[in-house]
């Protein structure tokens, strides 16, 4: 029997961060959360205390959850461990090197990691202490939904789909010269689904002024009043355009393979790099606009062959599928909880003095 406790905090977001969906609901009955004018820090302490937890995971290496995290490892007898993105790629020396070394001080507290995507593992089993165990555990969602979608539902016309922030890390600008360009060369016709908000909308916006035509192939799925929501658009979709220079993950890209959408990615995200292979379940590119406006040309010129990949996707899709990750993540913490404790004091009382290297 595992019993998982999760703690987690409700942000606001800048108006140019807007999220896809505009509610969040749950169960009253099964949360707690800290009273009025109490500090998060003090009550999640207070919480770690109360419930004596075998094991602390951790999402964050700043904030108040890394202050429980530093409560919890002064406990023998509760193992510490980090569930963490691959670092910033975008950085660069010297702010790269000295993010590495204070990611590296702060995770000497660690019994372990698991790593969300392979180049996380690979870089944190470069940092972390040779006793850390290092887990590959990617993010999992209920594909359940996606899972339902039939490709005899989509739409006629063919339809690519972008879905995420609007953010220039994605660019934006490319997708939309890639259209342009389509819609000079290609007779047959297609749409582009744009399932996002963000400040690259101005980038939209002055393409649609500069070729008018394009605003007759752009449509706009972007208001849910749920998380669920956020799956409409994949239902019609034929492919997920996922072209960034840089992400973490990629949620995205598993739920879209569920949903028997080719994904045309880069090979810059994480998810990429776990679900897709390239002409197989996928389309995979080096981040170019030429890299992009051939492969899209080449989808819409070959529907039976995205209709082929987007059939295989969905069957790989599942390796990202809540029930298959929660195993995997269940079998790591099961092994973690039975190795015995080692001790961490001398990495206490020198892991404050990294702080200041990760904070934005």
């Known amino acids: 029997m595992v019993d998982f406790r999760i703690a987690f905090a409700?942000?606001?977001r800048p108006a140019r961060q807007q999220p896809h969906w505009v509610a969040f609901e749950y169960d009253e009955d099964r949360y707690r959360t800290a009273p009025e004018g109490q500090a998060p820090e003090a009550w999640l302490k207070q919480?770690?205390?109360r419930l004596e937890p075998d094991i602390v995971l951790v999402g964050s290496l700043v904030g108040e959850v890394y202050q429980v995290a530093l409560l919890a490892a002064a406990d023998p007898s509760i193992r510490v461990g980090f569930w963490l993105e691959p670092l910033d790629g975008r950085r660069r020396w010297p702010a790269s090197t000295a993010t590495r070394a204070a990611v590296a001080m702060h995770l000497t507290i660690s019994d372990f990691v698991l790593a969300i995507g392979a180049l996380a593992e690979?870089?944190?089993?470069?940092?972390?202490?040779?006793?850390?165990?290092v887990w590959l555990v990617p993010y999992g969602a209920d594909l359940s939904p996606c899972l339902s979608i039939a490709y005899e539902d989509k739409s006629e016309r063919f339809?690519?789909?972008?879905?995420?922030?609007?953010?220039?890390?994605h660019n934006i600008a490319w997708i939309m010269k890639a259209s342009e360009r389509l819609l000079q060369s290609q007779a047959t016709p297609f749409e582009l689904v744009i399932a996002g908000h963000g400040p690259e909308q101005a980038t939209i916006d002055r393409a649609v002024s500069r070729v008018p035509r394009l605003g007759e192939v752009?449509?706009?799925?972007?208001?849910?009043?749920?998380?669920?929501?956020?799956l409409?658009?994949?239902?019609?979709?034929?492919?997920l355009i996922c072209c960034c220079t840089y992400t973490g993950w990629g949620l995205v890209i598993p739920e879209a393979m569920a949903a028997q959408n080719c994904v045309l990615s880069s090979s810059e995200a994480g998810?990429?790099?776990?679900?897709?292979?390239?002409?197989?379940?996928?389309?995979?590119?080096?981040?170019?606009?030429?890299?992009?406006?051939?492969?899209?040309?080449?989808?819409?010129?070959?529907?039976?062959?995205?209709?082929?990949i987007g059939r295989r996707a969905r069957q790989d899709a599942l390796d990202g599928h809540a029930p298959t990750v929660a195993e995997r993540m269940t079998e790591a913490l099961l092994v973690e909880a039975a190795r015995p404790p080692r001790a961490k004091g001398v990495a206490?009382?020198?892991?404050?003095?990294?702080?200041?290297?990760?904070?934005p």
Not at 122 to 133: A, D, F
Not at 218 to 230: A, C, M, N, Q, V
Not at 288 to 302: A, G, I, Y
Request: aromatic share 10%; hydrophobic share 35%; net charge positive.
């Open 348 to 359: 206490l009382r020198g892991v404050a003095s990294a702080s200041a290297a990760l904070r």
């Open 10 to 12: 409700s942000r606001s």
């Open 122 to 133: 690979r870089t944190y089993r470069s940092l972390v202490l040779p006793e850390t165990g």
């Open 232 to 239: 409409r658009p994949f239902c019609t979709s034929h492919v």
């Open 218 to 230: 752009i449509r706009y799925d972007r208001e849910y009043s749920t998380w669920l929501g956020r």
């Open 47 to 49: 919480e770690v205390r």
């Open 159 to 169: 339809r690519f789909l972008f879905s995420g922030q609007l953010l220039p890390r």
């Open 271 to 308: 998810a990429t790099e776990f679900f897709v292979r390239h002409r197989v379940n996928g389309i995979v590119i080096k981040p170019t606009f030429d890299n992009l406006m051939r492969e899209m040309q080449s989808c819409l010129e070959h529907p039976e062959m995205v209709q082929r």
